[in-house]
């Protein structure tokens, strides 16, 4: 059973940044598809970024290209999140996820940054972002 905790969360003001953390353990098989996603109040959970575990592959939503950056730290089994340049509108309850397929795969499948596609999530992390 995958294993997900996010930390890192915070409040900062515009244009600042923060560095997301997703410690995971449990893995069963030897390559994931992990992912980043977010969810507002009132809003749905969308996905901001993806990275396939066994190849480094990385994926980003428009709306967070050339901010943010998605990476792993295979020594310690962490995802990474790097958040630069925050805007008001990236306040959110972020999420780490995990499934067991390849990032490339899921994308040609139409459900890469989709939440439902993933079966493994962690407790979330606060990111709160002021103007």
């Known amino acids: 059973q995958v294993q997900l905790v996010e930390s890192g969360g915070g409040s900062v003001q515009a244009g600042g940044s923060l560095r997301l953390s997703c410690a995971a353990s449990?893995?069963?098989?030897?390559?994931?598809?992990m992912g980043w996603f977010r969810q507002a109040p009132g809003k749905e959970r969308e996905g901001v970024a993806a990275i396939y575990t066994g190849g480094g592959s990385t994926y980003y939503a428009d709306s967070v290209k050339g901010r943010f950056t998605i990476s792993q730290d295979n020594a310690i089994n962490t995802l990474l999140l790097q958040t630069n340049s925050l805007k008001p509108e990236d306040t959110a309850m972020y999420y780490c996820a995990a499934v067991s397929e390849s990032c490339a795969y899921l994308r040609w499948k139409g459900g890469l940054l989709v939440p439902s596609t993933y079966n493994y999530w962690g407790q979330g992390t606060q990111v709160t972002v002021s103007s």
């Open positions: 449990g893995y069963t098989y030897s390559s994931y598809c």
